[in-house]
T-cell receptor, first 119, second 113 residues
Framework: GAVVSQHPSWVICKSGTSVKIECRSLDFQATTMFWYRQFPKQSLMLMATSNEGSKATYEQGVEKDKFLINHASLTLSTLTVTSAHPEDSSFYIC???????????????FGDGTRLSIL | QKEVEQNSGPLSVPEGAIASLNCTYSDRGSQSFFWYRQYSGKSPELIMFIYSNGDKEDGRFTAQLNKASQYVSLLIRDSQPSDSATYLCAVNKGGTSYGKLTFGQGTILTVHP
């Protein structure tokens, strides 16, 4: 149980391209999903909290106009990296929490991540 | 001071030994604590979580929490080469940060045969 699917797993594209990453909870509903970014040899950094039916909450220093988040249903959140540049190359990971188990001590379930490479 | 800090590592232990991973956190109001394992190029996978003071055991893994000292640890007994990975400590601070996890920088563990 508690499977989170993330797609695509790997993207290589040219500078200036916009890239959309999908995060789906397959066997549970998630009112909240989280988007992280991880650079090589560094830990996960939370970028934003995606809330179903409302605006995402971005962490300090994350450009909301560059990283567009949409959470239109209880099982799907998308992250769009707009006009991506080489410095946006990173490992992007989403996570989700089960709405019916949304207690403080319940873990987040992670997707497999998307490796984004901008040439 | 970092919000979540792990022993820098890398940590190398022989197969069959006990590996001890440590984590301290700065926010005294933090409420739940998670240990994740991350293999190179993969996303984190949950090992266990703890929210009450004391020990919590699951197979070869034991998590220990001491809220007074703001310290949480993970012990891996009978370490195996397959345990070689980066171990991430994550803290849920609660309050207005409800649901959000803050991660430590990770400790690289190598178990050698």
């Amino acid at each position: 149980g508690a499977v989170v699917s993330q797609h695509p797993s790997w993207v290589i594209c040219k500078s200036g391209t916009s890239v959309k990453i999908e995060c789906r909870s397959l066997d549970f509903q998630a009112t909240t999903m989280f988007w992280y970014r991880q650079f090589p040899k560094q830990s996960l950094m939370l970028m934003a909290t995606s809330n179903e039916g409302s605006k995402a909450t971005y962490e300090q220093g994350v450009e909301k106009d560059k990283f567009l988040i949409n959470h239109a249903s209880l099982t799907l959140s998308t992250l769009t990296v707009t006009s991506a540049h080489p410095e946006d190359s990173s490992f992007y990971i989403c996570s989700a929490r089960d709405r019916w188990r949304d207690r403080l001590n319940q873990p987040q379930h992670f997707g497999d991540g998307t490796r984004l490479s901008i040439l | 001071q970092k919000e979540v800090e792990q022993n820098s590592g890398p940590l190398s232990v022989p197969e069959g030994a006990i590996a001890s991973l440590n984590c301290t956190y700065s926010d005294r109001g933090s409420q739940s604590f998670f240990w994740y394992r991350q293999y190179s190029g993969k996303s984190p996978e949950l090992i266990m979580f703890i929210y009450s003071n004391g020990d919590k055991e699951d197979g070869r893994f034991t998590a220990q929490l001491n809220k007074a000292s703001q310290y949480v640890s993970l012990l891996i007994r009978d370490s195996q080469p397959s345990d070689s990975a980066t171990y991430l400590c994550a803290v849920n601070k609660g309050g207005t940060s409800y649901g959000k996890l803050t991660f430590g920088q990770g400790t690289i563990l190598t178990v050698h045969p």
